[in-house]
């Protein structure tokens, strides 16, 4: 999301490899606080050694993160699909079903989480 935001918000050509296609998600750090939360208040009820996959609530294409964020900034940025594959290429799908069943885990949209950390971020891009 960094290298998004950074790059558009400047007004830069961003250059996603795969052509965009590759799926992400990540977690809203204000989602990973209420979590903590949660677990602290139900951690009685928890197996020991418990294990949970935590994530945002779905992935996106870097693509549509990109385009996203490109409306959000209003920014006249270039966004270059290219067929380089990234360091880092593949899908990240997260079943997080467990986690919201319970720890009564309710983290943001990706799009929410986007708004969020942009409007986090705006007096530094």
């Given amino acids: 999301i960094n290298t998004i935001t ?3 918000g400047r007004n830069q050509s961003l250059e996603l490899f795969s ?3 590759v799926y992400k998600t990540f977690l809203n750090a204000d989602d990973a606080v209420k979590l903590l939360g949660n677990i602290i208040d139900k951690y009685t009820d928890l197996e020991s050694f418990e294990i949970f996959q935590i994530a945002g609530e779905k992935s996106l294409r870097a693509i549509d993160i990109a385009q996203f964020v490109k409306k959000q900034l209003k920014s006249s940025s270039s966004i270059l699909l290219s067929d380089k594959k ?5 899908n990240i799908f997260v079943d997080i079903n ?3 069943r319970k720890l009564d885990f ?5 799009e929410e989480s986007i708004t969020n950390y942009l409007n986090q971020k705006k007096n530094e891009i």
């Fill in 98 to 100: 467990k986690a919201k």
């Fill in 19 to 21: 052509q965009g296609d």
């Fill in 86 to 90: 990234s360091r880092y290429d593949w």
């Fill in 106 to 110: 309710q983290p943001m949209t990706m």
């Fill in 6 to 8: 950074s790059a558009i």
